[in-house]
């Protein structure tokens, strides 16, 4: 098999469009000159409406955590309370990350495989007036669970003043997001995922709300204060060296989103959810999520006893060139998941499913051939 052929099929990091990759081979620039000021602010401009936003995106060299990070250190004081919902790993990052802080967290958790309700908020924040921010997970890609971000906004805006801040690390870029218009005040995404680059770059986007609060506030941290980038974006650069291949290759990607379209781009992830959900229940492999909460960009399948999921990426990877991936926390060894986000499209979900078939026979347990594939193949034709 061809070594450079391994197909990723996982929750990111994503393959990378070949059009990307050869703009990051451009010769390096001065991260001062004029030149590169220039297309950073372009760029910088260009984000806003993946985001939902008026306001500046801001861009800083670091995988999604640092974004994260950032949402947490900007916004909040040691002894101040936050509630942070958790629906999987991701949850209780955000959760660990504001507790690394001194920030005192009220967790409302639900079982992994559950979206957080609207309903539930509401009634958990009912007998807590003095927290000052709200924090969410939009796809929870530890699960393939989508949490209703608009409707959660909804009841933070009308049963709270806190701040609502949302990690969109894994579906940024492929999902609607109206972060102006649903009342989200901080959204923060990385570039490994549905922006089908490496990693290395962390994007967060601040409502004039959030704005008020950052200004009345001390940063916790050095390298994560959005005061300062703030100031340099003004200038139309960062207050760091910037990953300059890394914003080469994002001008790319404006393109290829623009070309597409967001509506496109959102139908086209909807469309291979629908496929790979069609084709594990014609396989009678379980499904994490339910139909109203599944993901458009992670699939998470549980076999439970029908077979062993580790065994199942093993074959995949070492017979087919696909990986997909493993569970994460208590779930680890027992799911797997299935990326379907980025550069990626319908026919190429044709390709891991049958392949999935395969490696199912390969490793003994029960499968018909081919019934996944025409499940999603059906699924397919009638969207074309
Ligand atoms: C991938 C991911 C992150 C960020 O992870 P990094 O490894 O720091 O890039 C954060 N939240 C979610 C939901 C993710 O999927």
Redesign the pocket.
């Given at each position: 098999m061809f070594t450079d052929k391994m197909i990723l099929r996982i929750?990111?990091p994503t393959p990378i469009p070949p059009r990307v990759q050869q703009a990051m081979n451009q010769p390096m620039i001065g991260h001062r000159s004029g030149q590169f000021s220039e297309l950073f602010a372009r760029t910088e401009q260009r984000l806003r409406p993946y985001f939902g936003t008026s306001g500046e995106v801001f861009i800083l060299a670091g995988?999604?955590?640092s974004a994260?990070e950032m949402s947490v250190v900007n916004t909040l004081q040691p002894g101040e309370e936050a509630v942070v919902l958790v629906s999987g790993a991701?949850g209780e990052?955000f959760a660990k990350i504001c507790e690394r802080y001194g920030i005192i967290v009220h967790r409302l958790e639900v079982e992994w495989g559950e979206a957080v309700t609207p309903e539930a908020l509401s009634s958990f924040l009912a007998d807590k007036p003095q927290v000052q921010a709200v924090f969410a997970?939009y796809?929870?890609?530890s699960t393939g669970v989508q949490n209703p971000i608009r409707e959660l906004a909804h009841i933070v805006r009308e049963k709270s003043n806190a701040l609502f801040i949302v990690?969109a690390?894994?579906c940024l870029g492929a999902v609607a997001c109206e972060m102006d218009a649903w009342g989200v005040d901080i959204v923060v995404t990385?570039s490994?995922?549905a922006f089908m680059l490496p990693?290395g770059l962390a994007f967060l986007a601040a409502s004039k709300r959030a704005w008020d609060v950052i200004d009345s506030k001390k940063p916790l941290a050095f390298y994560l204060d959005l005061k300062a980038y703030r100031k340099s974006l003004a200038d139309k650069t960062t207050p760091y060296t910037p990953a300059v291949s890394l914003i080469f290759g994002l001008v790319e990607v404006c393109n290829m989103l623009d070309e597409e379209g967001l509506p496109a781009i959102i139908k086209r992830h909807e469309l291979m959810r629908d496929m790979t959900r069609a084709a594990m229940r014609a396989l009678g492999i379980p499904l994490m999520a339910s139909e109203e909460y599944a993901a458009t960009t992670v699939t998470s399948c549980h076999p439970h006893d029908a077979f062993d999921a580790e065994q199942l990426r093993k074959v995949l990877r070492t017979k087919h060139n696909i990986v997909i991936a493993g569970g994460q926390g208590h779930l680890k060894g027992k799911i797997f998941r299935i990326g379907h986000m980025g550069f990626c499209e319908p026919l190429d979900v044709l390709q891991v499913i049958a392949a999935i078939e395969m490696s199912l026979q390969q490793i003994g347990a029960p499968v018909e051939l081919g019934a996944g594939v025409k499940a999603a193949q059906e699924v397919l034709l009638a969207h074309v």
């Amino acid at each position: 098999m061809f070594t450079d052929k391994m197909i990723l099929r996982i929750p990111g990091p994503t393959p990378i469009p070949p059009r990307v990759q050869q703009a990051m081979n451009q010769p390096m620039i001065g991260h001062r000159s004029g030149q590169f000021s220039e297309l950073f602010a372009r760029t910088e401009q260009r984000l806003r409406p993946y985001f939902g936003t008026s306001g500046e995106v801001f861009i800083l060299a670091g995988s999604g955590t640092s974004a994260l990070e950032m949402s947490v250190v900007n916004t909040l004081q040691p002894g101040e309370e936050a509630v942070v919902l958790v629906s999987g790993a991701f949850g209780e990052r955000f959760a660990k990350i504001c507790e690394r802080y001194g920030i005192i967290v009220h967790r409302l958790e639900v079982e992994w495989g559950e979206a957080v309700t609207p309903e539930a908020l509401s009634s958990f924040l009912a007998d807590k007036p003095q927290v000052q921010a709200v924090f969410a997970t939009y796809c929870e890609t530890s699960t393939g669970v989508q949490n209703p971000i608009r409707e959660l906004a909804h009841i933070v805006r009308e049963k709270s003043n806190a701040l609502f801040i949302v990690d969109a690390v894994s579906c940024l870029g492929a999902v609607a997001c109206e972060m102006d218009a649903w009342g989200v005040d901080i959204v923060v995404t990385g570039s490994q995922k549905a922006f089908m680059l490496p990693t290395g770059l962390a994007f967060l986007a601040a409502s004039k709300r959030a704005w008020d609060v950052i200004d009345s506030k001390k940063p916790l941290a050095f390298y994560l204060d959005l005061k300062a980038y703030r100031k340099s974006l003004a200038d139309k650069t960062t207050p760091y060296t910037p990953a300059v291949s890394l914003i080469f290759g994002l001008v790319e990607v404006c393109n290829m989103l623009d070309e597409e379209g967001l509506p496109a781009i959102i139908k086209r992830h909807e469309l291979m959810r629908d496929m790979t959900r069609a084709a594990m229940r014609a396989l009678g492999i379980p499904l994490m999520a339910s139909e109203e909460y599944a993901a458009t960009t992670v699939t998470s399948c549980h076999p439970h006893d029908a077979f062993d999921a580790e065994q199942l990426r093993k074959v995949l990877r070492t017979k087919h060139n696909i990986v997909i991936a493993g569970g994460q926390g208590h779930l680890k060894g027992k799911i797997f998941r299935i990326g379907h986000m980025g550069f990626c499209e319908p026919l190429d979900v044709l390709q891991v499913i049958a392949a999935i078939e395969m490696s199912l026979q390969q490793i003994g347990a029960p499968v018909e051939l081919g019934a996944g594939v025409k499940a999603a193949q059906e699924v397919l034709l009638a969207h074309v």
